[in-house]
């Protein structure tokens, strides 16, 4: 599996590829499924799920399916109720509210449990099955707020006027347990989301959301991703967390940032989602960019800086891949589909 050698850092005659909700709205086929389905009703049925994961496989050769969820689905299994429109809506509460919450229950998640192992029954088993999770400090950030919100306000003054250690540290082991339970279904990588960490100092994240990020994924026993997007100013820190790997953005050159994080871990990343808007020359050029910044270095994992945009035509997203599986010399010829005929 090309992207289990690249987390391990051994070297490879390209890097692997895949990005952030390749299984999404720049699909056509994923639009019609979605147009008979809600997304709570797509993410809990199996079947269903299984088939968006599935789908950018199809057209694709990548090296990875990350499973058809989100972050906020494992919330649910601690008595939060949510709803998605579009986005997740919720009760705000307290950090000592979120610090009562009841333990996680797989049983009540155990749909993304069903999925992963679908998918990993119909995949090839080049392509690596990624489980993710969100991050204990964004997690929190939706709860204290209720949902998404442009200044995230009450989350952020909860780390001035509150202690939120103890809520963070019933989300880290809620997250733990979740991840555990996505692995013993067949996911060999992880990924931690933390989309809001980087709304927090230097120094509220290394007394209160490092700590509960480490605890949520040590020792799980496969190689672990984190990811925190728009958080240029704790790069330095971020290898702390105790990940095998780490995600970074757009906003620094890749070179860089693999020097701040560290050049002895995996990096992945980082073409600038907004670029597959373009045309497919410039996507060739930016790709290229990216892999000549990594300069053939073992660890090098080609993903956007995040998730792919719901307006993004697929012949950008196919030059980027065929760039990428086309490095080296070893030009894709479409002949590997990463979806088992076996299944």
Do not use: C
């Not at 994923?30 to 199809?58: G, N």
Request: charged fraction near 20%; avoid cysteine.
């Amino acid at each position: 599996m090309r992207l289990l050698k690249a987390l391990r850092r051994e070297p490879l005659d390209r890097p692997p590829i895949w990005f952030m909700r390749q299984a999404g709205r720049y699909l056509p086929e994923y639009r019609e499924l979605r147009s008979r389905h809600t997304f709570d009703e797509a993410m809990r049925d199996p079947v269903v799920a299984a088939e968006i994961t599935l789908q950018p496989l199809r057209r694709f050769p990548l090296d990875a399916a990350i499973v058809f969820s989100d972050i906020m689905t494992p919330l649910t299994a601690m008595g939060v109720g949510i709803d998605f429109d579009p986005g997740p809506r919720l009760t705000p509460r307290s950090a000592g509210e979120v610090a009562r919450l009841g333990e996680l229950d797989p049983a009540r998640v155990d749909f993304v449990a069903a999925t992963i192992a679908t998918v990993r029954a119909s995949l090839d088993p080049r392509v690596t099955v990624i489980g993710f999770a969100g991050g204990p400090a964004t997690l929190l950030a939706y709860l204290l707020e209720g949902g998404g919100s442009q200044q995230f306000a009450n989350f952020r003054k909860s780390f001035h006027s509150d202690d939120p250690a103890e809520a963070l540290a019933v989300l880290a082991r809620a997250m733990r347990v979740y991840l555990t339970a996505q692995i013993e279904a067949g996911a060999e990588v992880v990924q931690m989301f933390d989309t809001w960490v980087g709304l927090l100092s230097t120094d509220q994240f290394k007394r209160w959301a490092l700590p509960a990020a480490r605890q949520a994924l040590a020792g799980l026993g496969v190689p672990t991703i984190y990811f925190a997007p728009g958080a240029t100013h704790l790069i330095d820190l971020l290898s702390l967390v105790g990940a095998t790997a780490y995600g970074v953005d757009w906003r620094l050159p890749l070179g860089e940032s693999w020097r701040r994080v560290g050049e002895s871990y995996p990096i992945q990343g980082n073409l600038d989602p907004a670029l597959l808007l373009s045309d497919p020359a410039t996507v060739r050029a930016g790709t290229v960019r990216v892999l000549e910044e990594a300069d053939a270095r073992p660890g090098h994992i080609f993903n956007l800086g995040h998730g792919v945009l719901p307006d993004t035509p697929l012949a950008n997203v196919e030059e980027m891949v065929n760039t990428v599986t086309g490095w080296g010399g070893h030009v894709a010829t479409g002949a590997f589909s990463g979806v088992s005929e076996t299944r």
